[in-house]
């Protein structure tokens, strides 16, 4: 028998400023930077966290929890494993969504657009960047391949740490840097009685045009 769970119950009542048109920037970046400066500030809980949605060539869609790693006004990036569930997605069907969640402000950010690859070299550097012990990860996984078990990942960690005692692991080819280009946002302001607020852009000429849409 399956497990049965009511959940009507669980609910909560927003209370924050509501939006207007008037005080939100004409140029989504900018907005976004605000928001997310906001969520930064306030030292919430993985501000920079986002929901990477893609699909299948067949229109099967998935999502999955990722980090924003920069943002400009070429689009928003990421990095991961292209041999990945995702990264086969995004070869095969290279458009995709991104969700921001910031609980405590009661705000959303969606992001719609198509993502493409960024350079090996911006891929070579942020690799660098990261603790030694994420580069040997990366470097011992191939993201989404089944295992026997995690005893086969340990030892090809220590295998590679004996290979590379220095600890400079080169970046494995199939890890890459992804872009979203934007061609929708929606900015989500949660509010009483669930008469939440939701401003959306979308491009126009060489701009955008900032409409209101109902909750």
Request: net charge negative.
């Amino acid at each position: 028998m399956a497990t049965e769970m009511d959940l009507t119950d669980v609910r909560r009542e927003y209370e924050s400023h509501g939006l207007t048109r008037k005080e939100m920037d004409p140029d989504p970046f900018v907005q976004f930077g605000r928001w997310l400066q906001r969520a930064r500030d306030l030292e919430l809980l993985d501000a920079t966290a986002m929901t990477l949605a893609t699909a299948s060539i067949d229109a099967r869609p998935s999502a999955r929890i990722v980090l924003l790693k920069h943002f400009d006004d070429d689009g928003f990036c990421w990095y991961t494993d292209s041999r990945s569930q995702k990264g086969r997605e995004l070869e095969a069907n290279p458009l995709a969504a991104l969700l921001f969640h910031w609980r405590d402000l009661s705000r959303q950010v969606r992001v719609h657009g198509a993502v493409a690859s960024l350079p090996a070299e911006e891929a070579d550097q942020y690799f660098m960047m990261r603790p030694e012990g994420s580069r040997f990860s990366a470097a011992a996984s191939q993201q989404s391949a089944v295992i026997e078990g995690r005893s086969s990942l340990e030892s090809e960690v220590l295998r590679l740490r004996a290979a590379y005692p220095d600890g400079d692991v080169p970046r494995p080819p199939a890890w890459l840097g992804y872009r979203l280009v934007p061609d929708y946002f929606e900015f989500w302001q949660g509010q009483d009685n669930r008469l939440h607020d939701r401003i959306v852009y979308q491009p126009a000429g060489d701009g955008w045009i900032m409409q209101r849409i109902s909750p």
